[in-house]
């Protein structure tokens, strides 16, 4: 998405920093399996709260602890998938009801120690982990994503070891049996590079991926490179993967902006594996708001614009074309769908289906209000391509829309 607004807010209360979250989004998805005539359309209503202080114990030391409720409450409608559909619909849950299907949990996404010295930064315990497109809290979701674990910021280095702890509910992942290693340098001018290895019990990894970024400003013009490799072992077999990303924007007034970019990651199965694996990112929003579309397997062009109306409102709108980088292999999804949960959506080994995935156009709002409430919204929409029609033998358009008030003490 072109616009982020943060929600900033603290209260001190004797040594103690209290600060309070709570957020409630709204969702509408419907024709989620691309064919009218099914009717099948999901509502959601997902609410969440976080308590938690930070406590300094000296100049340099602080102790943080974020206790979190989520609630979660889903309403299917229409006629549910069958067990001799095309798509593999790993994933997927699709079960009509009468009335929301309530879902919720009690977390604690932060309890850690962290100690500041100079230009560097230790933090044990539980954490959300953020640095780049390949690792991310995932905050968009209800539940977000942390680690047991440490991390270390000594200057230009940046370490960390930690094992998966709290991950959103719609991620196929045994969180029980997944590490993260991952030492990074920033070469300041020249961005930084990285180097991961994940070993994961549930899909059998255990690879390295080395990775950079680059992003700079050249007067008014933006330019953002990402890209990766990956080596080692996947589902069993060898895997050997990449992905890049490159956009370059443009503010054309201080209110106005635009961006064009091309996404592409490598797919394929076989006696090797070279379906890209997208590590745990937060990725909503970089392939479509929709989530639909996943690093992995696709080749993607996106254009968009944003206008910043005044201090407090701003409106954007964004373009993408996918399609499959290997026709012969499937279509996966992000991991922040309501529906297919980062699993594969659709595949044709035989790649008669072709490779044209489809469309999305995606409009957002974001406004800030007073006393520390951000309102936002969208709408998108997406227009399935030949590949979608021939897999799953539907060609309506799917719509989905959101609204999210959000507050912060």
Do not use: C
């Not at 691309?34 to 406590?55: E, H, K, V």
């Not at 800030?368 to 998108?380: A, V």
């Amino acid at each position: 998405m072109l616009f982020y607004v943060p929600v900033e807010g603290v209260h001190k209360i004797g040594p103690l920093d209290i600060f309070f979250e709570a957020m409630s989004r709204f969702e509408s998805r419907n024709d989620v399996f691309f064919d009218s005539s099914l009717g099948q359309d999901r509502t959601m209503w997902l609410n969440r709260g976080r308590l938690g202080f930070d406590y300094r114990t000296s100049e340099d030391t602080n102790i943080r602890v974020t206790y979190q409720y989520s609630n979660i409450q889903t309403k299917d409608k229409g006629t549910p998938p069958v067990a001799a559909a095309p798509a593999p619909q790993v994933g997927v849950f699709f079960f009509p009801t009468a009335n929301y299907q309530a879902r919720t949990r009690q977390d604690v996404p932060e309890a850690y120690l962290e100690h500041k010295s100079g230009d560097s930064t230790f933090r044990f315990g539980r954490q959300m982990v953020n640095r780049d497109w390949l690792v991310g809290s995932n905050n968009w979701g209800e539940v977000g994503r942390a680690w047991d674990g440490v991390s270390l910021k000594q200057g230009k280095w940046d370490m960390f070891a930690g094992r998966l702890d709290l991950d959103n509910p719609n991620i196929i992942n045994n969180i029980g049996g997944a590490y993260l290693y991952f030492g990074g340098y920033d070469w300041g001018y020249g961005g930084k590079t990285s180097v991961y290895y994940k070993h994961d019990q549930f899909t059998g990894a255990s690879e390295y991926t080395a990775g950079h970024t680059y992003h700079k400003m050249y007067g008014k013009a933006f330019v953002g490179v990402n890209g990766a490799f990956q080596w080692g072992r996947r589902f069993g077999v060898d895997h050997e993967a990449w992905a890049a990303d490159g956009h370059v924007g443009f503010m054309f007034s201080d209110r106005l902006h635009g961006m064009v970019g091309y996404t592409v990651a490598s797919g394929g199965s076989g006696s090797t594996d070279r379906n890209f694996d997208w590590l745990y990112p937060s990725d909503h929003g970089m392939l479509g708001d929709m989530d639909l579309v996943g690093l992995s397997n696709v080749s993607a062009m996106s254009a968009g614009l944003g206008f910043q109306v005044n201090d407090r409102i701003g409106v954007s709108a964004m373009y993408y074309n996918f399609k499959l980088f290997d026709k012969k292999s499937p279509w996966f999804s992000g991991t922040n769908n309501s529906m297919f949960f980062g699993g594969p959506i659709a595949g044709d080994g035989s790649g008669a289906s072709g490779d044209n995935i489809g469309s999305e156009i995606d409009f957002n709002l974001h406004v800030m209000l007073p006393n520390n409430l951000r309102l936002t919204g969208g709408y998108s929409f997406f227009d399935p391509g030949s590949f979608v029609n021939n897999t799953m033998g539907g060609n309506s358009n799917q719509n989905w829309f959101y609204a999210s008030l959000g507050w912060r003490y």
